[in-house]
C-alpha cells in the first residue's frame, strides 16, 4: 500500500503577516511625509511668489507716480490751495499732482492725476482723485496695493544735491517762491517679513 504524506497548506504565518503589515505602515509613513513635505513646499514657494509679484506691482506703481510728479498744484473744495508734492498733510504720507494719466477710453478728462498715499495698520493704500482741483462731490478712489507693511519712509534730493525728509522743506515752506519738485525720490518699505527694501527714482522734468 503507497501512502502519501499530507501537503502542508500553502499560506502565511501570523508573524509573517504582522511584519508585513508593519512594513506597510513604514512605508506608508514615509511616502505620507514626503508627500506632506512637498505640499508644504509647494504652500510655501506659491506664497512666496504672490508676496513677490505684490511687491513688485508696489514698486511699479509708487515709482510711476514719482517719475511722473507734475509741476501743477491744485486747490480743494474751499479754494485752498495743495501742493504739487507735499508730506505736509497728517492725513497721508505724501500728496501730489502727477502727469501720465493714461486714456485708453478717451474719457473727457486731463491726463493729470491727484494721487496720495498712506498708511493703515499694516495696509499701504493709494489714493487718487479724477481732477487736480476738488469739488465738494470729487469721485476718490482707493486701493490697498500691500499689506503686512511697517511702514513707507521717503527722502527727497533737493537743488543742491542735498536729502530732505520733508517736502517742501520749513524754508521753502517760509518763502514766497514756489518750491520746485525734487530731481529724486529715495523710497523706503519696511516689511515686517521681507526687512527693507529701497528703491532710488529719478523724477522726469
Known sequence: MNLKKPHKSAGFTLIEVIIA???????????YSGLHSVINSKSHTE????????????????????????DRDGHDALGGELLKLST????????????????????????????????????????????????DDEQVVERTLISNIESLELRFLDEKNEWQTNWPTANALASATPSDLPSGVEITLKMNDWGEIKRLVRVAH
Open 21 to 31: 503589515i508593519a512594513i506597510f505602515a513604514i512605508i506608508s509613513l514615509l511616502a
Open 47 to 70: 506664497a512666496a511668489l504672490n508676496r513677490l509679484q505684490e511687491l513688485q506691482m508696489t514698486m511699479l506703481t509708487l515709482g510711476g507716480d514719482l517719475q511722473h510728479l507734475s
Open 88 to 135: 505736509q498733510d497728517s492725513n497721508y504720507i505724501l500728496t501730489f499732482t502727477r502727469s501720465g494719466w493714461r486714456n485708453p477710453a478717451n474719457r473727457a478728462r486731463s491726463t493729470l492725476q491727484r494721487v496720495a498715499y498712506k498708511l493703515d495698520e499694516d495696509k499701504l493704500i493709494r489714493i487718487y482723485w479724477t481732477h487736480v482741483d476738488r469739488a
